[in-house]
């Protein structure tokens, strides 16, 4: 079972190198990639500083191998990668990566989305908002 996480943010050289990697694939049309940051939103007036990612990452892994065999089947894609952080991630860092290939973009796009949303909604990885003040609050994911 392939492990997805990270810990800490993942660094914009990781998804470069990502790229870089599948420029040899020549049956790849194209590719789509999410990238998902922490916000600095303002909440009760005070501000989100870092997320704090957790998971049960046996529990984490399977699902996420399960969804993948299920995208396969569902998309016509090449490839896909997918990662996500565990640990604190400050403002403005990235935390979630997805990154589809496939020989047509109608392929890639719907993948995609369906992939993030999915792992957002029933994948066990919690994050618990840090504000500037060292409080936290549990965070809830919108899709």
């Known amino acids: 079972m392939k492990n997805i996480f990270i810990e800490g943010a993942i660094p914009p050289s990781f998804i470069a190198d990502s790229i870089a990697k599948h420029q040899s694939k020549h049956t790849i049309g194209g590719h789509n990639i999410f990238l998902g940051q922490v916000r600095a939103d303002v909440i009760d007036h005070k501000t989100v500083a ?19 065999e299920k995208a396969f089947k569902t998309f016509n894609l090449t490839c896909m990668h997918i990662y996500h ?14 990154f589809v290939s496939a020989k047509h973009s109608k392929d890639v796009y719907a993948a995609t989305e369906y ?11 919690f994050g618990k908002e840090i504000f500037e003040d060292n409080s936290h609050q549990w965070k809830t994911n919108i899709t």
């Open 85 to 98: 952080s565990l640990g604190t991630v400050k403002a403005g860092e990235l935390c979630f990566f997805v």
């Open 50 to 68: 870092a997320i704090d990612f957790t998971a049960y990452e046996d529990m984490a892994l399977e699902q996420i191998a399960d969804i993948r």
């Open 115 to 125: 992939l993030v949303n999915i792992i957002k909604k029933k994948v066990p990885i």
